[in-house]
Structures are given as C-alpha cells and as structure tokens.
C-alpha cells in the first residue's frame, strides 16, 4: 500500500523545479535541512515558503517597521494581532469601549481577477477585525490605477477600475457594512500594477476582545465556515514576487469569496464570543491554515496536532499539501474550551456553517499533521515562524533624484493631454496660428507669472483633473449609510465621520485615507511625513483628536537597492511623524514586489489615521454652509510660502522661487502643465502641525467654526474652490497679506478716518469709533478687506479709495496654486473673527481673512468664474474623462 509520505517526497530529479515552484532559493533550502535535521517533503517546503514569503514573514521589511512608535496610554493592542486596537473610554451604560482598525494590501488579485480580488480584499480585512471581537462598522479603501487617460492604458484600466470597484461594492454592501470613504487616484507608473488597500474599523468592549493564540493542553482546534477548496492555492507566495508578461496565468491563485457567507460567518462568531467558550481565534487569510494554525500556537508557545482528512473539503481528491496552503475564503480557527464543543457546533449549526473539530492543542511546540491515520509532516513551530530569513538588502539611493532636483515649471503643448483644449487654444493664441512656431512653444513660469486668462484656464483644468473633480462614480456604488451611522461620507468631507449611537454613545469615529505618491517618489521621507501629518490633519479637521494610525506600505521590488533605499526612508518618515504627533503605529501591512518586469510603482505609503470625536454633534464637514460667513487662512508662516516679487518682470528662478518659497515640486501644477515631477516638495514642520491640531481641538469644542478644509493639491484656489462647489455657495477671495499688498493702514485711516470709521462703526458695533486708529495694522487690513466684499452700496466708492490712494503690489497668481503644508481654511461667522485671530495667536499660528462666502461667482484674486460653471466642470469630468 503506498504511504502518503511517498507522493510529496523530494529527490535530487524534482528538488529544483520544487523550489522554483516555492520562489525558495537553494541556501533557503539548506536552512531548512538544518532546522529539520532531515530531508523536507513537499508539504513541508510548501509550509516553509508561505510562511517565509515577503507577505507573511517581512523578511525584508521587519529590520525596519521594529522602529515604528506603537505605544501610547490609549493604545491596547499595537501590531502582531490580527488588527490594532485603541481606548475610546466609557459609554453612556459605563461601558469601556475600543476601536479596532488595520489596512491590507490585495494588490496583486486585483490586478489578475479586479472584481474577485477586491472583493476578497474587503473580506479578508473584514475578518481581522471581527476575529478580534469587534463589531465592523466602515469601509474604507485606497485605491491607485494606472494612466486611463492614455489611448493605450485606457481600456485595461476602465476595466480594472470598473472591476475593484464592482467587487468592493458587492462585498461591502451585502455585508450591510457602509464604505465611508476612500482615497483613488491615476499614474502612469500603476500600469502595470494597480493599488487595492482596504481598511475596516469595528468597536468591542474591553472585555470581549479576542487575540490569536491556542492555549491549554488538549483543548480543541475547531474549523468553522466555509468548505476548503483549491481557490487562492499559493496565494501568499503569489503576491510575493513581481509580474510579468505570463500574469493571467496566475488567475487560479486568486480567491472567490462569498459576502452572504461571511455575513453568517460575522453573526455566528459574535454570538460565540458573547458566551465565554473559546480561548482565541484566528482568520484564515493568506496562506489558510498554515499560518493560522503556525501563528496561534507560536503566540502561544504551544503546540498543536491537525487531522487535515476531518477538514470540510468543497473539491473532491483534495490532498495534505492543498488543505494546508489553500486560502478559501470565509474560515476561521477557534481554539475552543474543552467541553464546549458541542455549544459552538450548535451556534454554527444555526447559520448552516461548517463547524468540525480538526485537532487539539499540545504543549510540544510541534505541528503534527495527519491524514487518514498517517503522520505527513512534522515541523518545530518555532523554526517555521521565527526563522524565516531576515534580509539587510542592500541600499542606493535613486540616480533620478539627482536628475529631478531642479524645478520645472513650464506650459509646453507637447505634454497637454487631449482634454486640455482650452490651454491648447492659449498656445495657438501666442504662436498667431504658426503649427511650426506651436510645436515648440514653451512658455517658462519659473521666469515669469501667470497672466489672468492663462491662470483661470489652468483653475479650470484643475477642477477637471482626475485628482480634484468629483469622484462620486465610484462612492455611490458604495452602501454609504446602512446601520444609520454615518454623519460624513465620501465626497463631504476632509475625513469620514461615523457616530457610534449604536454602541450607547454620543461620541463618533473620524478616519481618513491619505498618500500623495508624487511627493513619496521625489523625496520618500518627507513625502512619508506628509502622509501621515495630512490623514492626521484631515480627522483634525472634522473636529476629532487624531489618535492613532494603520498603514499599508506598497514599493516595488525589495530586490532592487534603490526600492529598498525608498522604503528604508519611508519608514524614517512615518517614526518621526508619528513620534512628532503621538499618533502611535496600531497595525498595517506591507506590500512588495508591486512592479511588472522592471517597471516599479512609486513608493506609496498609505495612511489611515483615526481619531475621537466625543460628541458626534460637534463634527463639521469641509464645505461651506452660511451665506455672508468669512473665510480664514490659518497655519504656519504663510506670510513667508506665499511671499512673492514685486517686480513683474522676474529676473529669474532665484528671486521668484528660492527668496520668494513659492513651493511646486511635485504639484498639481506642474502635472497640469506639463505631466511630469521635478523639484523639492515641500516640507512639513511637524511641531506647527501639532499646534494646528490643537487649534482646531479647541474652535471644536467652543463651536467656532462653522467649516474647514485643508490647503494640499492645487493650493489655496482648489481648496476654496471646493469649499464653494460642495457648499453650493460662492466665495470672494481677495488674500489680504502683508506680504501681498504693502499697504500702509495707519496712513489710510489718518487721510480717510471718518468717511471709514462711520462704515466699519455700522460693520463692527463693538468697536468705538476712535478706537480704529489704534487698531495693529493687520487687524485693519481684515477689517479694510471685510468692506471691499460686504459694504453693498458703498463698495464701488471704497474700491475707489483703494485704487487711487493704496500702491497695491501685484499679486502672484502663480502663489493661489503653490502647495504647502499645515494650513487650512475655515469658515466663521464675522463675530467670532476676533476670537479665532486670538486663538491662533496663542498656538504661534498666522491667520488672516481672506474672503466672504456668498454670490454665485468664485472670485478668487483675479480668477473669477460662475459657480454653476465650476459645479459643472467639477462634477462631470470624472465620467467623461473615463468612460468616453
């Protein structure tokens, strides 16, 4: 009778096709002898490559997340669980409740099977967070897809998108899970690889959290959910090495999972857990059993014998090596308390889930794996999880960041896509009509600034940009509002909000999702730091105290020096934003190998920060809401970011960008103009952005603002500009900067003091009239400002006055799209402008009002266009970009 050893051993005629098969090098095979102290069989090395691939051992990552700050007094469980967890204090029942979060990467699926690989995506993550004993409640996803714009990428890339899309949609929504938000986004260098991270948070009562291990000498290993079958064999592995030009042969590593029956699995696991029957639990996510039952037992330091014949099996002729490896979806393993077998079995039974004691825990520190009777494999728990190669690969920084230092800025038609026909028609108009003159034309604003006409072509365009217009499409597949929960989803707001009223609280969750790749490739550091300050910014916009974050860091190959160089100072970026904004590191994920042949993704850490609002009442949203309500700039040294010449004529790229720190490397602006990256970012100084958070902590919890959204991609005219498109309400921006308009207030007063004190007298009733002198000069200019916009009758004359009396220095259009960082603008009603300038004085912070919300125009400096013009530019060029 032929043993079940003899058809997975190994001989000197298969060892090299195995290990091939494995991605085992030879020297991984020697180690693995020494552990063993004998010759592996197939399923053995089958077990040693899952979990000792990059997806399930980091063994070239590990050497650099161990230095992420991951402890705080409100963090429970920080990374090595299935998910992070965090204090959100006491309900209204006197209950301690815990958020529980984490991201994953399903980048590699859902580039083979986009609907499927999604989907499984949402699932997988789901799990992790009900695993813990938590109760899902949001969705969120990031998401990065190559160039749909170009002729050749478009058809592949609509459908990727429309695919990942579907799949999220379908999971999430049949699980009755809202999917809050997201963060998508188009580049060239996805073409071959596109991004699918997904986050999910849930809530848990202290005492009903759960952790992965398997403790207690003869209790029972219990698989419960759906039957095993042959979807996602190798999966783990899979997802541990590049594509190539032979990718769709890898479709039958992709998982097919089934939403219904992860909803029955979710409902089953939460009235287990609600009755005190089992000592840990564990999903069975990427390399199935094996890593569940490895890591169980290693959190244990225990033990563990498996009957793999007693698994419910959906294909027939399935064998040990199969069941181990296989990553069906909707499975989990229980480490049950002896004697309550039969309890769990019922609760299952009920959902109609398969529920089969497969084994028991031993305290031998051995997996023994049978089948049918007969031993067929044999492997020290240890050895397998903790001896996986721990790779110092080597380093180089990247030769085109040499290339890319110096800015360019420029207008060259060449670069215009096909949608950019306005600007077209701009360079027609400049070249009179001469094709030969137009092929060439370049028009350098380094060197000179952007004349009205060009600026609010560029304005326009910006709203119609993959990355600015409205992006509905593709939330409004999504369930946003099940369970009744939500206050904020995608599209209203920096950050997505949701009330935890279903949890006997008036305290609410906010998230966001945030990575600008562009930055991350021209200077990894601080492009990392900025990630995580703007998550972190965007939840303190909502009203919410960022408190934590997860992250899913998605480079291209770890074989490459200058990938790992990218990574290495990725994570720099992430410990000292965290360290700088005590918002510890709970979970995530990496994510390697996310390149096809040579062509590798840019680095892309994304981020998701989650922060506490302790009253749900309290959360604002990012668009206007008043009619006649002031908008403020509020952050750190605007003044010197928005500086500029007050000579038209500019000498050169010194006096405009290195005195003046006018900031476009790696800007929407330059993508718009000419599609490529150069130049430094800008950086970000974290101690201002910690004060800028407590300044928004402390207008939330006194109800100063009435809104507020941050300055980030297109500057401060895309900011206000969606603050007015979203609100449905128009804006008059004139950015009264000392720096801007040198103006002598003091001496406009003298000259003009009782024709504009008797206005301001009636503007500002608090104010005596002969207090105005002894206003500070900026103080004044809000107040001078504030007439311009609101003075109605009186405004032409105060124009006047203004025109024939103050030397106004030219405003750099050019400065309203410059990017910079820990600045925000904020909506306020005029009686509380006082406060808010105090306020932001006693946290070292600038402010200044800018405008007033109002009309149907968005006037912004020069820029003037109607708002139903804007609403439409920005509502419709997503579809027509991508579908026509």
């Known amino acids: 009778m032929r043993n079940i050893s003899d058809d997975f051993s190994v001989s000197k005629n298969n060892l090299e096709a195995i290990l091939k098969q494995h991605k085992l090098c030879f020297d991984d095979y020697k180690k693995i002898q020494e552990i063993l102290q004998r010759e592996p069989n197939v399923i053995e090395i089958g077990i040693f490559s899952a979990m000792w691939s990059e997806h399930c051992s980091y063994k070239s990552s590990r050497i650099y997340l161990k230095d992420f700050p991951t402890a705080a007094p409100w963090v429970i469980q920080g990374p090595g669980e299935n998910a992070g967890v965090i204090d959100l204090g006491k309900n209204t029942n006197n209950e301690s409740l815990a958020a529980v979060f984490k991201i994953e990467s399903h980048n590699h699926p859902s580039f083979i099977e986009p609907n499927a690989g999604a989907a499984t995506g949402v699932g997988g993550i789901l799990r992790d967070i009900f695993t813990m ?18 002729s050749a990428m478009k058809k592949k890339h609509t459908h990727l998108l429309r695919g990942v899309v579907e799949g999220i949609a379908h999971y999430g929504n049949c699980m009755g899970i809202p999917t809050i938000g997201g963060d998508t986004a188009f580049e060239s260098c996805y073409n071959g690889n596109i991004l699918v991270n997904a986050f999910s948070i849930g809530i848990a009562k202290h005492e009903s959290i759960f952790y992965a291990k398997a403790t207690g000498e003869g209790n029972p290993i219990i698989y419960v959910g759906s039957k095993t079958g042959r979807d996602g064999l190798g999966g783990a592995v899979m997802s541990s090495g590049s594509f190539s030009s032979q990718t769709q042969r890898l479709r039958p590593t992709v998982q097919i999972g089934d939403p219904f029956i992860e909803k029955l699995l979710l409902e089953s696991c939460l009235e287990v857990f609600q009755q005190d029957l089992i000592v840990g639990i564990q999903d069975m996510g990427a390399a199935g059993l094996t890593s569940s039952s490895f890591e169980m037992a290693n959190r244990s330091g225990t033990g563990m014998i498996l009957w793999l ?40 039974a009920k959902y109609e889930l398969d529920c089969v004691v497969i084994g028991e825990v031993r305290n031998t520190g051995v997996m023994e794996l049978f089948w049918h009777g007969e031993q067929c494999a044999s492997l020290k728990i240890q050895s397998v999880v903790e001896s996986a190669p721990l790779l110092q690969r080597p380093l180089q920084k990247p030769a085109y960041l040499e290339s890319l230092k ?243 004529e500019r000498a ?53 603002l009435l809104s507020a959204k941050d300055v980030g991609k297109g500057g401060i005219a ?128 600038e402010c200044y009002c800018i405008g007033k919300v109002g009309t149907q125009f968005l006037q912004i400096a020069d820029i003037m266009v109607s708002l139903q013009q804007a609403k439409e530019i920005y509502y419709q060029s997503f579809e027509k970009q991508i579908f026509i």
């Open 406 to 648: 110096t800015l360019q800025l420029f207008l060259h038609i060449a670069s215009l896509n096909v949608y950019n026909q306005e600007l077209r028609e701009y360079c027609e108009e400049h070249c009179n009509g001469d094709s030969t003159k137009l092929q060439s034309y370049t028009l350098d604003l380094t060197r000179c600034d952007l004349d009205r006409n060009l600026a609010i072509l560029v304005f326009k365009d910006m709203l119609a940009s993959l990355e600015i217009s409205d992006k509905s499409w593709i939330y409004q597949q999504y369930d946003q509002s099940i369970k009744a929960s939500t206050i904020k989803a995608g599209g209203l707001g920096d950050a997505s909000i949701i009330s935890l009223k279903n949890f006997y609280s008036q305290k609410a969750i906010a998230v966001s999702a945030k990575c600008d790749s562009h930055y991350c490739y021209l200077n990894p550091r601080e492009g990392a730091k900025i990630a995580v300050a703007k998550s972190g910014r965007n939840v303190a916009l909502s009203g919410a105290k960022p408190l934590a974050i997860t992250d899913c860091l998605n480079f291209g190959s770890p074989e490459n020096p200058e990938v790992m160089w990218q990574f290495k100072e990725s994570c720099a970026g992430i410990k000292e934003a965290c360290e700088a904004l005590n918002t510890p590191v709970v979970s995530g994920n990496v994510s390697l190998y996310n390149q096809t042949n040579e062509c590798a993704i840019y680095p892309t850490p994304s981020i998701v920060s989650v922060g506490l609002l302790e009253d749900y009442s309290y959360a604002i949203g990012s668009h206007f809401v008043k009619e006649d309500s002031l908008v403020c700039l509020i952050g750190s040294k605007i003044e010197s970011t928005l500086t500029v010449s007050s000579n038209k």
């Open 309 to 348: 014949d007693k698994v419910p099996m959906r294909e027939s002729g399935m064998n040990p090596y199969e069941i181990m490896l296989s990553e069906s979806q909707e499975r989990m393993l229980l480490c049950a308390k002896k004697g309550c077998e039969n309890k769990i079995k019922e609760i299952f």
């Open 652 to 704: 050169g790229v010194d006096s405009q960008f290195n005195d003046t720190k006018l900031h476009f490397g790696g800007s929407l602006l330059q993508r718009i103009l000419h599609n490529s990256l150069s130049g430094e970012i800008p950086t970000i100084d974290l101690e201002s952005e910690l004060r800028l958070w407590d300044f928004l902590q402390e207008c939330t919890q006194t109800r100063l």
């Open 718 to 845: 895309m900011a206000l500009a969606k603050m007015a498109i979203i609100g449905n309400k128009g804006v008059q921006a004139l950015l009264p900067l000392r720096s801007l308009y040198l103006i002598d207030y003091q001496k406009i007063f003298k000259l003009y003091d009782k024709q504009i004190a008797n206005m301001l007298t009636r503007l500002y009733p608090q104010y005596k009239e002969d207090e105005f002198l002894f206003l500070s000069n900026d103080e004044i200019g809000v107040n001078l400002q504030h007439i311009i916009s609101v003075s109605g009758n009186n405004k032409i004359l105060i124009h006047e006055i203004l025109r024939d009396t103050l030397r106004l220095n030219e405003l750099s259009l050019l400065a309203l799209f410059a990017e910079s960082h820990s600045q925000i603008l904020c909506e306020i009603f005029p009686h509380n402008l006082g406060i808010i300038k105090h306020l932001a004085q006693s946290k070292n912070l």
């Open 133 to 150: 004993g938590a109760n899902p409640i949001a969705n969120l996803n990031v998401l990065r897809f190559g160039n749909i714009l170009d």
